[in-house]
């Protein structure tokens, strides 16, 4: 059985025999609802990286201490796959972000689409936010990742055409491209962005916009997939043809 996973600020320095303390929300709520106990092994990651493995030595109402007794540095995931997704209602971002991190996407920006139902805005788009990095955060923990993934600020059609001018490879998923993803020659290194739209659609102009900006327009099949789990359909197929699912 995977041991549980604990994000800290930071493992620089840290050796085995050292001594690691745990504190805040994470450490209650491996000590008061997880039931943590004295003598557990669990594994304790920065996010970068880098994972220490040990013993639980003592805990408290809101603290735990680890002693280290192996440490490993895990090199990032290549290609890094960055996924602009468009911002569903309800709760399907959170379900987005959620299987895209346990997929291994490294970065979610969200993106407001011209059809996207939902407009963040204010104090609405920072909860909205912090949901989507609170998320990201707990399924990379499930995940039992070393390489947390981010989530982005919002971006505009103008950001998202950005990213994929940047991407070594990029695809935007359209229910009517004639294209697949068969015939693509995915990069072992660099950067494979994959634009999801919304569950209106993607106008001509934001097709057109990311075809101009070096995407290529591509279709998963006959079904039309739900803005929620297009994205993680998409990078898997695209993970399958790479090392990193060698």
Partial sequence: MSLPVHLVPTLTGVGVGAEVTVE???????????????GEHVVLTDGAGTAARGVVASTGKRVFAVVVEEV???PRPAPE????????KGD???????VLTE???ARVVPWAASRSVVVWKGERAAKALARWRS??????????????????????????????AEADLAVVLHEEATGSLAGLEVPASGTVVVVVGPEGGLTEEEVAAFVAAGAVSVRLGA??????????VAVAALLSRTSRWG
């Fill in 223 to 232: 079904e039309v997939l739900r803005t929620s789990t297009a994205g993680v």
């Fill in 24 to 38: 805040g929300d994470e450490a209650h709520h491996a000590v008061a609802v997880r039931r943590l106990r004295v």
């Fill in 92 to 98: 399907r971002g959170e379900l987005a972000v959620e």
């Fill in 135 to 164: 998320t990201a955060r707990e399924a990379a923990k499930q995940a039992r990742r070393s390489w947390f993934p981010e989530v982005a600020e919002p971006v505009g059609t103008a950001g998202a055409a950005a990213l994929v």
């Fill in 103 to 105: 997929v291994g996407a």
């Fill in 81 to 88: 796959l960055v996924v602009v997704q468009a911002i569903p």
């Fill in 72 to 74: 490993v540095t895990h």
